[in-house]
Every structure is written in C-alpha cells, then in structure tokens.
C-alpha cells in the first residue's frame, strides 16, 4: 500500500471532513500517513491525530518560518513528543529564504539544534529547503548529517544537488510537482536517483498533482504521482509503490 511521508491533516483546510477523509484512507490503497508538525500548534495536534488513528505516525520538528517561536521549553516539549511510541522522524526542519520570514542566522541555529535533536533522539529528520540549497547543505555537511539520515523533502533543486543527497544516503520526497508540465528539473532528478531512495508524499493540503492542480490536496492524489514517476522509470505504479513504501520503512521505523 502506499506510504504517504509528508502530510498536515492537522491543516485547518481539512476541519470541515477531516474524519471521514482520514477514514477513507485505508480503503483507497493509503497504508500509513506520517503527519508533519510545522508549527507550534501542529506540535500537539500531530500528537492528537497519531493518538487517534493507529495508521498516522507523528514527525516533531518546527519549520524554518516558525522557529521565532523556539525556545529551550518548546525544544524541551519537543524531545518528550520524540520519545511517544509512534513518533518516527524529527521534521520538518530546515531553511527558507523564499519566505525569508525569520533571518538567516536565526534560522541557522534552530535548524542545527533540531539536527542535535534527531541525533540525540535516534530519530531520521524530514528536511524544508527552499531557495536555499548552498546554506543547507553547507550546514547539514558540518552536522555530520549523514550519520542521522532522513527525507529532503518536495525535492525542488537540481541534478547535482540531488547527487549529494544520494551520497550522503538521504532520501528524496517527491509529490504533486512531478505531474507538472513544466517540472522538468524534478523529472531529470527523478530519472538518475534511484527508486531505493525514493519516498511519496503530498506536503498536503498543498501541491495537488495533475489533474487536480490548484485544489486542496490529499494523499488519495498519491497514486498520479506514482504513475508519474513509474513512466519515468519504465515500470508500472504498482512497483513504485511496493518499492517506495519498503524505502519509508527502512528509513522511518528502522525496519
Ligand atoms: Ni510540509
């Protein structure tokens, strides 16, 4: 079934159906969910939602935009949420200098002590990088990154990038913008990296994939983007999402 790594169900944009679309989940091919914390109030509402549905695991992290509200009680709090039974990754982390919204430096010194955090929790990290591939990789480099291992995810840079993530043993995590007609970056990415560091994700409600672009997303939108990239591989979406969902495993239960 398909392993969906990357979604925000705690999104205000699914209050009015949340239930009853997470209820439909298993019955339409979606095995497991991983639901990613952003911000300070999806910390404890990814909690609630991994304490309700035995299919969502939890990701504790605070995205780059939001790290103005990091202190040394929320990194505290966040190392309890690290240690709940159902929690399997540190995310989502990272840097983001297309929004720009706290300052570089700032941004910087949480993303490194979140690293410290998944190293010391044992826990993979799902990585935000946005228009800042020089400086993430820089940092993750000199944190010793690949001994912790984890997702970049919505892989949004080039083939070379993409190389020195592969060697370093991260994953790539590759959603809607596959579908895209003018997504030809990511599709020469997701031609030379191997399906064995390959994961699925939505980052919904955002990124809907072709042929429901500009909508409000879901993981039911996985299996397109899953025949998208099975046309690029020269298989069939059924062998995607077996392999795929392996690689989640792998890297997200350590299994
Ligand atoms: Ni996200």
Same mark, same amino acid.
């Given at each position: ?17 949340r239930a ?32 309700a549905?035995?299919?969502i ?14 202190? !040394?009680?929320?990194?505290?709090r966040? $190392?309890?949420?690290c $240690? ?34 998944? @190293? ?12 800042a ?9 000199e ?8 997702v ?33 970056k ?14 699925? !994700? ?8 072709e042929?429901? @672009?500009g909508r ?5 939108n996985?299996?397109?983007?899953? !025949? ?23 890297l997200?239960?350590?299994?």
């Amino acid at each position: 079934m398909i392993f969906e790594t990357h979604a925000h169900y705690d999104d205000e944009k699914f209050d009015e159906d949340r239930a009853e679309l997470l209820s439909s989940m298993q019955e339409n091919g979606i095995g497991r969910i991983i639901n990613v914390s952003a911000n300070l109030e999806s910390l404890e509402n990814t909690r609630k939602l991994m304490e309700a549905y035995p299919f969502i695991y939890g990701a504790f992290g605070l995205h780059p935009d939001e790290v103005g509200d990091l202190n !040394e009680d929320v990194m505290a709090r966040m $190392r309890e949420l690290c $240690r709940m039974e159902k929690a399997v990754a540190v995310g989502e982390i990272g840097l983001d200098y297309y929004w720009d919204k706290e300052n570089h430096e700032k941004q910087e010194y949480w993303f490194r002590r979140q690293i410290a955090l998944a @190293r010391e929790e044992k826990l993979p990290m799902i990585i935000h990088s946005r228009e800042a591939a020089a400086d993430t990789l820089r940092v993750m480099k000199e944190e010793k990154s690949e001994e912790i291992g984890g997702v970049i995810h919505c892989f949004s840079y080039s083939v070379e990038m993409a190389e020195e993530y592969l060697k370093m043993g991260f994953y790539l995590g590759i959603g809607g913008v596959l579908t895209f007609k003018n997504a030809k970056k990511l599709k020469e990415v997701a031609a030379i990296a191997p399906l064995s560091q390959i994961v699925l !994700e939505t980052d919904c409600p955002y990124m809907a994939p072709e042929p429901n @672009r500009g909508r409000r997303n879901s993981s039911l939108n996985l299996p397109y983007v899953a !025949e998208a990239l099975a046309q690029i591989k020269g298989i069939t979406a059924e062998e995607v999402i077996a392999v795929t969902e392996e690689n989640a495993k792998r890297l997200l239960f350590r299994a």
